[in-house]
């Protein structure tokens, strides 16, 4: 076991103690810290497969929309159409803080859809193709925010792992091995003057 170069003294036994339970410390912070990252990731892993799932369930209803709309109104008009409506970019990336990670939040205008197309050109099939990607952007975007966020939690954990193990499996064995060694040193000098005082009291 690898130990510190101190010089074995009162004064560095008590610097060696002192760093040791600081170290302690360190390490019960940071698996506390792991454990909250750990369970918020794993309940923004599970609010990413339920919406994943209501994402592929609203694509398929969305495309056999426009697939209707295609047959009806003809896919020439659609894609006109389509490419008329508006763009959305109305939106702005808050930040909210998790032990320390920042993780993203998606603020935008979440009022009614408006089209730029005349109704009378359409079918109600097209509107409701339209509408219901609409929903499917909303759903994307709340998509991208729980993955980002997940991405984050992931590697602060790692860092919090690998800052944690340092300290279990490096730095606090070296601690406890650099005290027992200094202790020792210090309880042979003192059997040592011990003796030696004995041998003088003796003469």
């Keep these: 076991m690898a130990v510190y170069k101190m010089t074995p003294t009162k004064a560095n036994l008590i610097k060696a103690k ?3 339970e ?4 360190g390490y019960e912070l940071l698996d506390r810290k792991r454990t909250v990252l750990i369970r918020e990731m794993m309940s ?6 339920e919406l994943q799932e209501n994402i592929d369930k609203k694509f ?3 495309y056999e929309n426009l697939k209707f709309a295609n047959i009806t109104m003809g896919s020439e008009a659609v894609e006109k159409i389509a490419l008329s409506l508006e763009k959305e970019d109305q939106f702005e990336i808050l930040f909210k803080s998790v ?4 993780l993203p939040t998606i603020k935008r205008d979440d009022t ?17 193709a339209v509408l219901s990607f609409v929903d499917i952007r909303k759903l994307i975007y709340e998509l991208a ?8 939690l992931a590697m602060e954990i790692k860092k919090t792992q690998k800052r944690a193990n340092a300290l279990d499996k490096i730095q606090i064995p070296k ?7 200094i202790e020792e040193v210090l309880e042979e000098k003192e059997r040592e003057d011990f003796f030696r005082l004995k041998r003088v009291k003796g003469r």
């Excluded at 600081?22 to 410390?25: R, S, Y």
């Excluded at 032990?99 to 920042?102: L, P, Q």
């Excluded at 009614?112 to 409701?128: H, I, L, M, Q, V």
């Design 99 to 102: 032990m320390g990670v920042e």
């Design 145 to 152: 925010e729980l993955e980002n966020s997940v991405y984050k």
């Design 18 to 20: 002192n760093s040791l």
């Design 175 to 181: 601690y406890i091995s650099t005290i027992k060694y």
């Design 44 to 49: 923004l892993i599970d609010k990413v497969k």
């Design 112 to 128: 009614s859809f408006t089209t730029e197309y005349g109704f009378f050109r359409t079918n109600p099939a097209f509107d409701k």
């Design 60 to 62: 398929q209803a969305s």
């Design 22 to 25: 600081f170290a302690k410390k």
